[in-house]
């Protein structure tokens, strides 16, 4: 076992209330972001998180540090939350891509047709945004942050997860592919449509406002 | 080669950001933006959108069900 993995396991076998409190508060926002990829409301999701730790502890002498302690309890998490949706008959399509996912994330109607002297080419530039918008701390950034929130519950659900885990948790695209089972182009899919969304969503709000 | 319209420049936005656009397609995806000022606002605005998106607060475990865990923890390991 490498380094701070090995550290982290010794101190969890050795009873270090410590160092359970901080994995469990670091680890529980994107487990609880990906269970709820597998069953059906939060609830369940916040229970297979809660049943995924208690076999972390229990099974924790057995971990032989093959993998990463992380990578090895979000294994746990997908089981259990994957075992928990086959009972709640949850399906989400995670290896396909739907016929409405395929088209174009952004409205065509915003871009020249055929017919126009520059076909494919922006009707009108997308209006400039106030530069508040990115400047953290700001009024606008808070606005715009709890807009962008609200995007996030509209999203279909394999686009949020994706774009939750990608961008608002930081997990690379290897991780997300590897924990959902979803190759690389369908997670770009999902994750190009859902980020063309955020976009589009503080666009209106900075417009409207 | 073709130029890339602005439609088609928005739809390969992410595979840029992402690094997977190959050479050819990188260069003329560059190209584009460096003639296109609303091509290149948008991809502005979507890197801010990524800022904005890192600061957006996400769902944990409650309070309680936290403390039940570190209880469990208490009782089985020690
Ligand atoms: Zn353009």
Request: hydrophobic share 40%.
């Given at each position: 076992m490498a380094g701070d993995a090995g550290e982290l396991v010794a101190a969890l076998r050795a009873g270090d209330e410590a160092a359970f409190a901080r994995i469990v508060q670091d680890w529980s926002r994107p487990m609880l972001t990906l269970a709820r990829g597998f069953v059906s409301t939060q609830a369940s999701a916040e229970e297979v998180v809660q049943e995924t730790w208690l076999a972390v502890l229990k099974g924790i002498d057995r971990f032989e540090g093959r993998s990463s302690l992380r990578t090895w309890v979000f294994r746990i998490l997908v089981n259990t939350a994957k075992s928990r949706g086959v009972k709640e008959h949850r399906?989400?399509?995670?290896?396909s891509i739907a016929g409405d996912e395929a088209g174009p994330g952004l409205d065509p109607a915003l871009f020249q047709s055929a017919g126009e002297p520059y076909p494919g080419h922006w009707r009108a530039a997308p209006s400039a945004w106030p530069e508040?918008?990115?400047?953290?701390?700001?009024v606008l950034a808070g606005e715009v942050r709890r807009e962008l929130a609200s995007v996030l519950e509209t999203l279909p659900d394999r686009q949020r997860i994706v774009l939750t885990l990608r961008d608002v948790l930081g997990h690379s695209s290897e991780e997300v592919c590897e924990l959902l089972g979803i190759s690389q182009a369908n997670q770009r899919v999902l994750l190009h449509r859902a980020r063309t969304a955020a976009r589009a969503g503080i666009a209106a709000y900075v417009e409207g406002s | 080669m073709a130029d890339l319209p602005c439609r088609q420049v928005v739809e390969v936005i992410t595979s840029y950001l992402e690094g997977s656009l190959g050479w050819r397609e990188r260069r003329r995806f560059e190209k584009h933006l460096r003639g296109c000022d609303a091509c290149s606002r948008y991809l502005e605005q979507m890197r801010a959108t990524l800022d904005v998106l890192g600061t957006v607060p996400v769902d944990t475990l409650s309070p309680e069900a936290q403390s039940t865990l570190l209880e469990a923890f208490r009782d089985l390991r020690h």
């Open positions: 399906t989400l399509p995670w290896s508040e918008v990115a400047v953290e701390g700001s | -």
